[in-house]
């Protein structure tokens, strides 16, 4: 453990060796797995993983609470989740500063992804008096049907290193006032948030006397602890976010048992910029977008299509803008931009330039990895300014990492045609003050997306808008909205209070006897 992060451990519970396992009581024999700070390549402190046997006793323990808490009245749940709120808020300094520590964001952003744990605390507490179904007209005399919601049982949650504690809460804040239990695998590259996080939960529920393996946590590998979840019957709905391609095999492995899978996938967002848009504002969200989180959220914005009339000056306008980005330790105030999250990560980058440069494209500013003094571990780089065209292969791949791909169109249609065009469907925006461009942008000929914005840039959702997108990024919507139903499973009830015995469609059926 670094000298320097030892009072904020103590404060958040952390110790040097830390147990990774969580069912109401903290276990953990499995292998040691240190979490290291993108920051300097150093390690923080170590977890305790979970062995096969303690998976299970996990998974017992999280049916054996909810077994128990669907039956408290949703409201009573939501007092529950709104103390949690308050408890992040007390802890929003120190957990944000963890989140910067452990993945590498810059304060504002670590401090920012806690605010978005609070504010989905809030947002279930008014949801769990809202948990409404649906009356409905029957075919039949002196009948009435209705719709239902009932809490579904264990959902396990599966998060990414880019958002470590916000994901989490999206997920449980919801599935908790529906009345379930919640199981999670967090990121191997991200543990101490989830232990911190888990341990807040913990005393929530403890000074509430609710059982507190309705907040269950397992660290583990893929073989111990993620093959077994997505495959685990026990466990009625997975929801996953991180990449296409791991989001792909849980969700054949969720079907193949019949499950259900909520999935929040890859994202290659862009940003079309017309001639009628304030460029300054366009300029300030596409650097936000491209270089927030060095690129590693999957709302990065990662391809601009701008008129060919605007190209230039926004282009200039660009490199301005990524020359005054300071780039070094996110700890520091004036950091912009920090690590990215290990050097393979850098290593990846490389690769996409190359390929970008193999197909045509050209390097107009940064991509190179930093070394020397103020870059210490292998993981900084200078974020990437490249022109490239819709048609190149690298263009429709998403690299985690702070690449921006400019693009020239000719008219509206094409660069909507173009925009929809990469497997991925997750975020996207348009800069314009044509009040049609902004309407056939929003329309169903217009973006594909999940999430679709005017004057507005990729990144920067609200959790009061449901989270998500189509095609390869999976189709889950999570957060805001009705996202709640996610958790929950649907009864249709018929209710008959006459004498008689009525059937639907008119059907008649004598008396067998």
Request: contains cysteine.
């Amino acid at each position: 453990m670094l000298k320097s992060t030892n009072k904020l451990f103590k404060r958040l519970g952390l110790k040097e060796t830390n147990p990774g396992v969580f069912c109401g009581e903290w276990l953990g024999s499995g292998r040691l797995l240190k979490s290291v700070s993108p920051i300097n390549g150093k390690a923080l402190a170590s977890v305790r993983q979970a062995t096969a046997a303690e998976y299970e006793k996990v998974v017992q323990g999280a049916a054996a609470a909810f077994q128990k808490w669907r039956a408290i009245p949703a409201p009573k749940r939501g007092e529950i989740i709104r103390q949690l709120g308050n408890a992040l808020r007390s802890a929003k300094q120190d957990l944000g500063e963890l989140v910067t520590l452990e993945a590498g964001k810059i304060q504002a952003e670590g401090e920012g992804e806690v605010q978005e744990m609070i504010d989905i605390c809030d947002y279930a507490v008014g949801l769990s008096r809202q948990l409404y179904g649906l009356t409905i007209a029957s075919e039949r005399p002196q009948h009435r049907m209705l719709e239902q919601w009932h809490p579904l049982g264990v959902v396990g949650v599966i998060t990414s290193f880019n958002f470590p504690v916000a994901v989490w809460a999206w997920n449980s804040a919801l599935a908790a006032v529906c009345g379930n239990a919640v199981l999670w695998k967090p990121s191997g590259q991200t543990p101490l948030t989830a232990i911190a996080t888990t341990k807040i939960a913990e005393r929530v529920c403890r000074a509430n006397k609710v059982d507190p393996a309705i907040f269950s946590l397992v660290i583990g590998d893929v073989e111990t602890v993620g093959g077994r979840l997505v495959n685990d019957k026990r466990i009625p709905l997975v929801s996953a976010t991180g990449s296409s391609r791991m989001g792909r095999q849980v969700g054949e492995a969720v079907s193949q048992r019949l499950g259900r899978s909520l999935l929040e996938l890859g994202g290659n967002n862009a940003i079309i910029v017309a001639p009628s848009a304030e460029l300054e504002l366009a300029v300030r969200a596409i650097v936000f977008g491209a270089v927030g989180t060095a690129g590693q959220r999957c709302t990065s914005t990662r391809r601009v299509f701008a008129h060919e009339s605007i190209l230039q000056e926004l282009m200039q306008r660009l490199l301005a803008a990524y020359e005054q980005v300071r780039i070094g330790n996110p700890m520091e105030p004036d950091t912009l931009m920090g690590p990215l999250i290990s050097p393979k990560a850098v290593a990846a980058m490389q690769t996409a330039l190359k390929q970008l440069r193999r197909e045509g494209g050209c390097i107009l500013y940064g991509g190179e990895p930093l070394r020397g003094p103020g870059y210490p571990g292998g993981r900084y780089v200078r974020p990437c300014i490249a022109t490239a065209r819709a048609d190149f292969k690298i263009v429709h791949e998403e690299t985690f990492a702070p690449i921006l791909y400019l693009i020239a169109y000719q008219d509206l249609e094409t660069a909507i045609a173009e925009h929809n065009a990469v497997p991925q469907g997750l975020s996207s925006a348009i800069f314009t003050n044509e009040l049609r461009e902004a309407e056939q942008f929003l329309s169903a000929v217009g973006s594909d997306c999940g999430i679709a914005n005017v004057n507005i840039g990729t990144s920067g959702a609200e959790i009061g808008g449901a989270f998500g997108g189509e095609k390869e990024t999976g189709g889950g919507r999570e957060s805001g909205s009705d996202s709640w139903k996610s958790y929950m499973r649907r009864q249709t009830v018929t209710i008959n209070y006459s004498t008689e015995l009525p059937l639907a469609q008119g059907i008649r059926f004598g008396k067998p006897y």
